[in-house]
């Protein structure tokens, strides 16, 4: 297969791919995977080609981290959480709304949102069972919450990893440029989402008394192995921190504070790997390899020629056309491949437009393509974790009713986002 023969194979096997894995008919790990195989062996890519382009880097850090956490589950440290921030606020719905939307958006800029939310949510369902509430409002408001923290760290967010690892930004990075917007979204986010839930987060005084009966501490299941999960996540935090200076990469930095927690615990590492979402991990090798090809036969540096076309190659108008490109996309595709395909495509614009500093336009697609994810129930993985984890339950949402609310409030967080890249860093 040679010259445009290949283009229109590698086009058309990405497009077929990317349409099945919105419809949800298939799995996207299937798809993804049989995508990558297919340009494989229709020769627009060798084996080797296909293995290079693959990220380890991002796809170490998220082994790393997921192997972490679900060691560190154990103990009972993230349900103790949640009773303790429900405790501390006596029993009132508004304000356990408010305290575990806090929470949630903390442990996702420190963990990833995925694992946060299915930590979370569970405790979730058993407070609003105690205050005899609908548990909704509450599920919503850690939707949102999962997306904005994670936004402001390298290892909060899926897209966040993918960009830091194909260009070399690290923790500390996205901290100081993309942290101080995350700042204002969020109590901007938590003061709207108080004014449309007041009414129906309301529960009697006998029953906020059964919150207040609640004992935190209760939820320790290991004090040991909470000691040592600690001391890990703090090491691996500080590593993440530090790890520029030392150069290192950060799956490096994950996957040490992996091997440690295994070692000092003494874990079974067949039960440690379990933890391991095994099925986005090979969803993300699939997806690189697509991408690789649309690269190889030069699809993205035609469309990244075509972009500078429309902006001029000037920073402003293309910083401003990723961020809301990367916003409406992620919101009724999944952010995951649409990052994946953007990353090389903003290498080509700033080669072929001959910009030399591409990290306001590497923030852009960082705030467009997570907060994005905020918009529609499909939005984001945390998103589609949520909703299939209140519909086990009898909750359901539409997709119109979850819009109607989460859409609105992204576009406040993309307007914010906005104005703050036009006056940092696009002009």
Not at 230 to 245: K, S
Request: with cysteine; net charge negative.
């Amino acid at each position: 297969m040679e010259g445009n023969s290949q283009v229109l194979f590698a086009t058309a096997v990405f497009l077929i791919s990317y349409a099945i894995i919105i419809s949800e008919k298939i799995h996207r790990t299937a798809v993804a995977l049989a995508g990558g195989m297919l340009v494989i062996i229709g020769g627009v890519i060798s084996q080797e080609q296909a293995i290079e382009a693959i990220d380890f880097n991002t796809i170490g850090l998220l082994v790393g981290m997921m192997v972490i956490v679900g060691i560190a589950r154990n103990s009972g440290l993230f349900e103790y959480l949640a009773v303790w921030a429900a405790k501390k606020s006596k029993g009132d719905p508004i304000k356990i709304m408010i305290s575990l939307t806090v929470i949630t958006a903390m442990l996702s800029a420190l963990l990833d949102n995925v694992t946060t939310v299915l930590l979370i949510v569970p405790i979730t369902f058993s407070i609003a069972k105690a205050l005899e509430i609908n548990p909704m409002p509450i599920l919503f408001s850690e939707i949102m919450a999962s997306n904005i923290g994670g936004t402001a760290t390298l290892i909060g967010d899926p897209p966040n990893i993918m960009i830091g690892s194909a260009t070399g930004l690290g923790f500390m990075d996205f901290v100081i440029n993309v942290g101080p917007v995350i700042l204002i979204i969020m109590p901007v986010t938590i003061l709207i989402l108080k004014l449309i839930y007041r009414k129906q987060l309301i529960t009697r005084e006998e029953l906020k008394e059964n919150i207040m009966r609640m004992d935190p501490s209760s939820e320790i299941k290991d004090v040991r192995l909470l000691k040592k999960s600690l001391i890990v996540i703090a090491l691996t935090i500080l590593g993440f921190f530090l790890h520029q200076y030392l150069h290192l990469e950060s799956a490096t930095v994950a996957l040490s504070g992996a091997a440690l927690l295994l070692l000092i615990t003494n874990e079974d590492p067949e039960h440690a790997l379990i933890a391991v979402e095994w099925p986005v991990i090979f969803f993300f090798a699939g997806l690189f390899i697509l991408v690789g090809a649309l690269e190889h036969v030069g699809v993205i540096e035609w469309i990244a020629m075509e972009s500078l076309k429309l902006t001029g190659g000037e920073m402003l108008p293309t910083g401003m056309l990723i961020l809301w490109l990367s916003a409406f996309a992620s919101s009724f595709v999944d952010n995951i491949p649409f990052v994946a395909t953007m990353i090389p495509l903003i290498e080509d614009m700033g080669r072929l437009g001959g910009m030399t500093d591409l990290n306001p336009l590497w923030w852009a697609l960082s705030l467009g393509a997570c907060l994005g994810g905020n918009g529609t129930i499909i939005g984001a993985s945390a998103n589609v974790v949520v909703v299939g984890m209140a519909e086990k339950r009898g909750y359901k949402w539409t997709f119109v009713g979850f819009m109607k609310v989460a859409f609105p409030l992204m576009i406040v967080s993309i307007l914010i986002s906005s104005i703050y890249l036009y006056f940092f860093y696009l002009t």
